[in-house]
Structure formats: C-alpha cells, structure tokens
C-alpha cells in the first residue's frame, strides 16, 4: 500500500464471530452443510405487521430524512416502551433513534471519550465495547467476572478499577456473550460511583425462570442507555437502535447524529413503531423457544464435557469451557475454525470476547431445536475425549 493507514485502523481488531460466520456461508457456497451458532441472529421472521408496516411506508413514499433525531412518534412509543418495562418515563427530546446499536455506541463514546481517557467494562465482553473505546483513543480498562459467579460485576473490583480518567463504565444486562444479569443492587451500585453509566439493554425481555432486568434509567442523572430491536422482535436487519441520553448530553448527540450519520431509514422507523405496538406476541413465542432451546444446549453441552457451572439467566448464549478437551481447547480461535472445517458446525472463539475468554467458545441458541441437536451429534464424533 503507498499511503499509510490511520493509527486507529490498527488498535480494531477483527470480530471472530463476524469471521466464522463469513467463512460459514463460504463453505455453504461449496456445497457444505453448516449449522451456525456463531452469530447472534434469531432465527425467527420478524412480525408480520412490521413486515407490513414498512412496506407500506416505502409505498407510500416515506423515503426521505427524518428529524435527525428519529420520527417523534417512534420516540414516544420508545418512551412509553420504557416506561412500562422500567417504570421510568423520560422526555422523548432525550431519545436518539440510530442505525442500529452500535451507531448509538459509536456516538455515546464519540462524546465521551477522549485520547487518553478510560472506560470501565466486565469481561468477557462483546468484543466491540474495547473497539469503540480504542477508535477515540481511550483505554479499556477490564474488570474480569467468574463463570461460577454467574459472571456478574462484583461492584467493588469495578470501584477499584475507576481511575482520575475514567468517563464511563458500561454494563451489558443481559450480557453477551455470558448470558449474566445484574441484579438491582449491583445496578445501584455501579450508578452511585460518580462516572456516567452506558447500559446496553438490547437483551432486555431475553430473561427466564423468573429473573428480571434493572434498567439504567432513573438510577442516575448521568445514565445512557443502548437498546434496539434486532433482539427482541428479530429485526437484525432492519438496523433500527437508540440511545436514551442524559438532557445535558442530548443536543451533543444530535450534533453527533446530525454529521455523522443524518437519521436513520425513514421506512424501517415505521417498522419500529409497528414493532411496540404489535410484537409482544412474538417476543414471548420467541422467549418460549429459546428457554427450550437453553435447557436443550447445556445439558448437550455438558453431556461432551463442556463446563458450564449455571445455566445463562439471559440473551441466548451459553459460554462454555472448552479447556477440559486438552491444549487444542486453549486456542480457541484455532480450535472453532478447526470444529467448523472437520464438523461444519459454526461457533465463536471465546477469544473475541477478550483474554479472559480464552478457552471458551460461544454457542448461539437462536437456532432451531433440531439444527442445535444435530449440532451436538456433529460436535460429539470430532471432540477429543475430555
């Protein structure tokens, strides 16, 4: 290359998950079957009536920009979201609709984040948070968690991680790829050290046996909140997200909105409205399915020898301790690609979710009970004997 690349290109590392799904559909194209539980994608269709509602949009000629902030009636139908899962209400002028979550990730750490500074997040995490971070400059500073634990946030290592340049600490509950909850008191906790709170609840509703979610909202005056459809109502496609930010800081990431991306796809907003008013049906066929579908992977999981010490709470992954099947296991960036070669069953490193996920792999439950069984079937003739 004649021309040098900006520093920040080299600090982004590449998303396995993203390249074990893309060598998946490589070996479909060959003609191989392959069973993906790479990738956090459900395989449920989206509602029929958001179907419906965006292509009603798109004919009726809803194709131009929108207030850069989003269609007011989908911020307010945001709002009333929130308020019946939360029991907080906000002002709708606090609501940024986005192209997808990580364009509201991408704006929450653009205006937070400067070179230098530092921002506070459990491990294993989803392996864009530290990406964010780094494309501004800023350090992520890791706070690991305990598969025995439920892998949830012991609040006092996070006090003790929180330094003089400290500007955020995220939490993700339901987390991926761990699956773990934070309970209210570990939420309280985290809000009271004085450094804005980033909650990415995109997994919110994704939660079983009785557990339930704590919003960020109404613990602190300096909380943002990530959330977005693709997860609850199956709309990974449409690409449609938000962020609910403190007052002081909505204009900012209006501004932030305003040059960076517009707004978000006028037609897929409408989706998103469709979406409050007529998804809960399928959310809760979908919760069903996959409450199965857990049960169904960690007793499989187990059955190999797999460690997995608690059932996830949340989200649909089980994050599973590979290292009882040898040193193969403690690469599991080599030991997934090799598992999709020999088996064509597609899982993600536990590597992508940083050093202390080494020796795990993800495995997606956002697949159909026989595509799971089968996997398991697959997985049992090439793993070596625990």
Same mark, same amino acid.
């Given at each position: ?36 539980l790479s990738v956090g994608?459900?395989? @449920? ?22 207030? !850069?902030?989003? #269609? ?9 979201? $929130?308020?019946?899962? !939360? ?12 192209? +997808?979550?990580? !364009?509201?990730?991408?704006?929450? /750490? ?12 459990? *491990? ?41 340049? *400290? ?25 009271? /050290?004085?450094?804005? #709170? ?5 997994y919110d509703g994704l ?11 109404? &613990? ?8 977005? @459809? ?7 496609? @449409? ?30 907003? $409408? ?24 049960? #169904? &992977? ?8 797999? +460690?997995?010490?608690?059932?996830p709470d949340g989200a ?18 080599? @030991?997934? /690609? ?15 979710? +940083? ?32």
């Amino acid at each position: 290359m004649s021309f040098p690349l900006a520093r920040r290109v080299a600090e982004v590392e590449p998303f396995l998950a993203m390249e074990v799904t893309e060598r998946a559909i490589a070996l479909e194209r060959e003609g191989r079957s392959v069973i993906r539980l790479s990738v956090g994608e459900p395989d @449920f269709p989206p509602p029929l009536e958001v179907v419906e509602a965006c292509a009603r949009a798109l004919a009726a000629g809803e194709t131009g920009y929108t207030d !850069s902030r989003g #269609l007011l009636e989908l911020r307010e139908a945001i709002v009333a979201d $929130h308020a019946r899962r !939360s029991g907080v209400r906000v002002d709708p002028e606090r609501v940024l609709v986005t192209n +997808g979550v990580s !364009s509201a990730m991408l704006l929450v /750490f653009a205006l937070l984040v400067d070179e230098g500074d530092e921002v506070v997040l459990g *491990t294993p995490h989803y392996p864009c948070y530290p990406n964010f971070v780094r494309v501004f400059g800023g350090r992520p500073v890791l706070v690991p968690t305990r598969a025995e634990d439920g892998f949830r946030l012991d609040p006092d290592a996070v006090r003790r991680a929180i330094g003089p340049r *400290t500007r955020a600490i995220v939490v993700a509950s339901p987390a991926n790829p761990t699956g773990a909850v934070q309970d209210a008191a570990t939420m309280r906790a985290l809000a009271s /050290f004085g450094v804005p #709170l980033v909650s990415d609840e995109i997994y919110d509703g994704l939660v079983y046996d009785g557990v339930r979610c704590s919003s960020a909202l109404g &613990l602190s005056d300096d909380a943002f909140v990530l959330d977005g @459809f693709s997860k609850r109502y199956a709309m990974t496609g @449409f690409r449609l997200g938000y962020a609910i930010s403190p007052a002081p800081a909505a204009r900012a990431l209006q501004v932030l909105q305003q040059n960076l991306f517009i707004c978000a796809n006028r037609f897929v907003q $409408h989706a998103g409205i469709a979406a409050f008013a007529d998804g809960a049906k399928s959310l809760e066929t979908m919760r069903a399915a996959y409450a199965r579908r857990r049960t #169904l &992977l960690v007793e499989g999981l187990r059955r190999l020898g797999f +460690g997995v010490p608690r059932m996830p709470d949340g989200a649909f992954y089980v994050f599973a301790d590979a290292r009882p099947f040898g040193a193969a296991a403690h690469d599991s960036h080599r @030991f997934a /690609f090799d598992l999709l070669e020999r088996t064509g069953v597609a899982v993600t490193p536990g590597v992508d979710f +940083g050093a202390a996920g080494e020796g795990f792999l993800r495995f997606s439950y956002a697949a159909s009970e026989e595509s799971l069984a089968e996997a398991l079937k697959r997985l049992e003739t090439a793993l070596p004997r625990p």
